[in-house]
């Protein structure tokens, strides 16, 4: 049968005209509380923060929640979706110092090397950023409390991969595939096993906020709503984030932290006399630039060392980018560009 044939269309009873009207009387009362209407923006309906009161000091703030046109920007609920994420990215972390306490055969450039070849394999199956970032999140939350064998590290990273495809894609790679691309190291009972331990292991608890959830929000209050949407600033501040995948000691930064920096550094490298940071980054971040110091300064150590890095794979990935034709990447190799020394001298303009 084909699955055109499975989707037969139901049979509509007929409505009569009273049920009509009481069917568009409740239609006007739910949009009505959705707030999906033409009405003017509300002072109600704008993100206010508990921890900032910046709405109150006529501090002039982008609201990015006004467009209730677009389902996918889930106007109503941004806020409280965000707010969510930003408490439970600290409940879904992994350990950071697992490799030091739990973990005995293998180190952090063997997880380096394992996130790499995972760029890779995302790269060929043309999964999106989202399934390698929950899969890197993955792998860490189970090497935070189970010793591996550094011969089983492939067969851990390739499972959390499945996992995370499974939860991210439409049309997620098959067990068999992920057997093929490690060169059939692995049979297809053992890539289930493992998918199995991790699963139970985790809890079944596969959502989990990432950097990459955070750079979406970030990125549009870093391009404003008056301002022409950059594609330069969005696909430098990917870079800047998927290098931090492969650095064992980014996981002493949160989520959303990673996300704010990157966005500082990108900004700051295609603008280098031009302050990155505003009152609605400050605002939809929640983070001050003297919050982002350390972050941003292991970022930029990442940047200026990544075309002399033995693992290539994001570098070449974005140098295949549409943008990167215009050569972002680049401005790294520029010598005229560091950071600032007094961090203190950074405020929000």
Request: glycine letters at 2%.
């Amino acid at each position: 049968m084909s699955t055109c044939d499975s989707f037969k269309s139901p049979e509509v009873e007929y409505i009569d005209s009273n049920e009509i009207i009481a069917i568009d009387s409740i239609n006007k009362k739910t949009l009505s509380n959705l707030y999906i209407s033409d009405h003017l923006e509300t002072a109600e309906n704008v993100c206010i923060r508990d921890t900032r009161n910046d709405m109150e000091t006529n501090v002039k703030i982008v609201n990015l929640d006004d467009n209730y046109q677009d389902p996918q920007l889930c106007a109503t609920i941004a806020c409280d979706i965000y707010k969510h994420l930003r408490a439970s990215e600290m409940k879904k972390r992994p350990s950071t110092d697992y490799m030091e306490i739990i973990q005995k055969d293998i180190n952090a450039s063997m997880r380096a090397i394992l996130v790499d070849w995972l760029v890779e394999v995302s790269e060929e199956y043309r999964l999106v950023p989202d399934t390698l970032y929950l899969t890197v999140n993955y792998i860490d939350r189970y090497l935070s409390g189970n010793l591996m064998n550094r011969q089983r590290l492939q067969l851990l990273g390739i499972a959390c991969m499945m996992i995370a495809a499974k939860y991210e894609e439409i049309c997620a790679p098959q067990v068999e595939e992920f057997c093929y691309i490690t060169d059939n190291t692995y049979f297809r009972d053992e890539v289930l096993d493992m998918e199995s331990t991790v699963l139970n292991y985790l809890k079944f608890e596969m959502t989990a906020p990432t950097a990459k959830c955070f750079l979406r929000r970030f990125v549009r209050a870093a391009q404003g709503i008056n301002e022409a949407p950059s594609m330069q600033l969005e696909c430098l501040a990917n870079y800047i984030a998927e290098l931090s995948l492969l650095e064992y000691t980014m996981l002493c930064y949160a989520p959303s932290l990673v996300a704010a920096s990157a966005i500082f550094l990108a900004k700051y490298i295609l603008l280098p006399s031009k302050r990155p940071w505003n009152s609605t980054l400050q605002h939809y971040t929640l983070y001050e630039p003297v919050d982002l110091c350390h972050c941003v300064k292991d970022l930029y150590r990442l940047c200026c060392g990544s075309h002399n890095s033995t693992l290539p794979a994001i570098r070449e990935k974005y140098s295949q980018h549409k943008v990167s034709k215009i050569h972002i990447l680049c401005l790294f190799l520029s010598h005229s560009i560091s950071l600032p020394e007094e961090w203190s001298d950074v405020h929000a303009s």
